[in-house]
């Protein structure tokens, strides 16, 4: 079994906002999967689901943002699911918005959720890294993660969205490596090969 967790805060005052794209993703495999409603469950709103052949867990902590832990840890814990199968899902300001990283273990980067489940779990679950950018120098990196999308931000977070949920399936359906191949390279533009030149050599670069 694997769980997977998507990190936001609660309540309709946070629904649309950066910090809680996890949120979002979760919902959205929810949708893909017919997985029905969420259920109140380990401080969360939790449901099962079936991703290709593997049992899924899906969970929403419900604790706010800096105490993630108190959810993700109990949940893995109650299915006996290793740190190795705990998928989690959160915005990342260091990331350029739509664009999403995959790793394994590693430090929480002042992510105050990241930072709540390594001390309840340790850091050897897989993260999902949704990029959200970061804000101008004039704007409170505190008010811009608690600020939702704007205009065709709006558009770009829907295909994030999307993205991660499509990553999350293939670390549950092929492995890691495979997401990290696919993922970290979808949105680089390649290169058209150049002609060669008449005479038989490489055209100079420009």
Request: glycine letters at 12%; aromatic letters at 6%; proline letters at 5%.
């Amino acid at each position: 079994m694997w769980l997977v967790c998507g990190l936001g805060n609660p309540g309709e005052k946070y629904a649309g906002t950066r910090h809680n794209i996890g949120f979002m993703v979760a919902d959205e495999i929810a949708d893909r999967t017919r997985a029905g409603a969420f259920a109140s469950k380990f401080k969360g709103e939790f449901v099962s689901t079936n991703l290709g052949t593997e049992r899924c867990g899906l969970l929403k902590p419900l604790t706010y943002m800096n105490v993630s832990g108190d959810a993700v840890q109990p949940a893995a814990a109650f299915f006996k699911v290793p740190p190795e199968q705990v998928i989690v899902i959160h915005d990342d300001l260091d990331l350029p918005l739509g664009e999403l990283k995959l790793k394994k273990g590693g430090g929480h980067g002042g992510h105050n959720g990241l930072r709540s489940i390594t001390q309840r779990m340790g850091p050897e679950f897989v993260r999902v890294r949704a990029g959200i950018g970061r804000p101008d120098g004039k704007r409170d990196v505190s008010n811009f993660v608690l600020g939702n999308f704007q205009g065709a931000e709006t558009e770009e977070a829907q295909i994030l969205v999307k993205r991660c949920a499509d990553a999350v399936e293939m670390v549950i359906k092929d492995g890691l490596l495979a997401a990290q191949q696919t993922f970290h390279t979808k949105n680089k533009k390649k290169k058209k090969p150049k002609k060669p030149a008449p005479d038989g050599d490489s055209a100079a670069e420009g």
